[in-house]
């Protein structure tokens, strides 16, 4: 007897990038975001493999219930939206592993040993701009803290993102100034 499909229903939603748009389910897809710049670094990701196959497929991101797409600006959304969807849904219905191998984003995990200020630091990301930047289909990654400059990520549909410079000075470092005083700047690390 065969296993009968799980039913998935997917839904769209744009963001501020205006060549990236979240393909959301209602279920967790992963717990930890990962991003997909490339389709040589999707490796252990069969459906971001397939996806990358579409020639306007220029990024993969993947994160709690979503998985936002960027695509090559020469192109519309509507002439690419219903093939995109098919594809997904037809790949979670057939309950294909996401993911061939384990992954773990701990770049926000808090340690032991990380210094007072880098655990603030790691906390506010964590706490309050993760849950914005994810809700705009992107993701945010800590990656160092030198001289009163907090150097993070930004992935997903953040990167590339005409916007993107606005939110990390004006939302991100005002907030982490704020709340941390050891903060005086704020930079991102391209990918």
Partial sequence: METPHKL?????????????MKFCVDFMLSPDSV??????????CPLALDLFRFSFVKRVFISSNF??????EDIEWEEIIPMLKALI????????????????????????????????????????IRPAVEQDGGAITYKSFSDG??????????????????????????????MVPEVKE?????V
């Fill in 35 to 44: 991003d997909y710049p490339t389709a040589a670094s999707a490796s252990n």
């Fill in 89 to 128: 849904k037809g790949y979670l219905e057939e309950g294909r592993p996401l993911f061939t191998e384990p992954h773990k984003n701990e770049s926000l995990q808090i340690h032991a040993d990380d210094p007072e200020v880098v655990q603030k630091i790691k906390l506010m990301l964590e706490e309050y």
């Fill in 186 to 190: 704020v930079v991102a690390e391209s």
């Fill in 149 to 178: 400059i907090v150097t993070v990520q930004l992935q997903g549909s953040c990167s590339g993102c005409p916007s993107s410079t606005l939110t990390l000075k004006a939302g991100i470092e005002n907030l982490l100034k704020k």
């Fill in 8 to 20: 998935i229903n997917i839904y769209t939603e744009s963001n501020p990038n205006p060549n990236s």
């Fill in 67 to 72: 998985i936002t797409i960027t695509k090559a």
